[in-house]
């Protein structure tokens, strides 16, 4: 009867081979374990990509942590906060490069502007904006958005004067920009919260001209100001002339009335009793051939 020798080399190499094994197992499973999970941060949704098929997944994930396909599908972050474009001239601005917008006026004038744009994403509408643009959102707000502001610019500064725009109209072309900024960016998943003009730069000698425009627009104004309250003063002493003269009037026609009433009054026989009220009852010592003042009163 034949025995089964035991071989302690075999036996030893293949709990070596095993172990190697699960080794390996181990090792994938940590290399494979982070890719299997994604997180997605707050304030932010996460884009499914799936890079077998192509496609964008039309539900975005929403912050926190979630399982997917290792090596098969990947997360694009979109922000759902507020965040502010700033397209600048300063360095310490916005990307850090000239980042300016440049349209012509009606006089075909160059203007550089400082602008911002402050905007929210709709989640829903974020798939959709990744499938249109397969970018992260800063390359779409400084390329699309960039380019639809600067359009929008065009349609409503390049229809205005330089000197209305840098003046009057300022705040007007504002708030047409921002409409129809507003009304482009909506379609595109884009809430747009607010749109403000930062500075707006013309060639110096346009915004000298303006300025002595400006200048010569407020010495007219000055004039005409001096002149109204001059013409003003004129008037009120006219009246108050006016008002002399009539009072000076209406003193004389009564004292004329009263002077003819106090002449109709005057009889002989009033003057001879004031006469009589004022004599102390003497009898002038030196008389003549005169009359006398008092003509005394004759028995009957």
Sequence with gaps: MASTMFDPETDSGRKLKRAAVALVAVVALLFLLPSTFTYVNPGYVGIVIHRAGGGVDPVPLGPGIHARMPFATGIEEYPIFLKTLI???SSNEGSGFNDEINVNSVEGQPLALDVSLSFQLDPAQTPKLYTMFRTDINQITHGFV?????QALQEIVGTEPVADVIGPKKAEATSRVYALVSKRLQPMGFDVKQF???ELRAPPAVMEAINQKNVMQQQA???QNELQKNTFNAQGD???AAGRAKAITAEAEAQAHANELLAKSITPTLVQYEITKKWDGKLPQVSGGATPLIQLPTKP
């Design 146 to 150: 960039k380019q639809a502001i600067r």
């Design 196 to 198: 403000t003009i930062n």
């Design 238 to 240: 006219s009246i108050k």
């Design 221 to 223: 104004l000055t004039a």
């Design 87 to 89: 397209l600048a001239k």
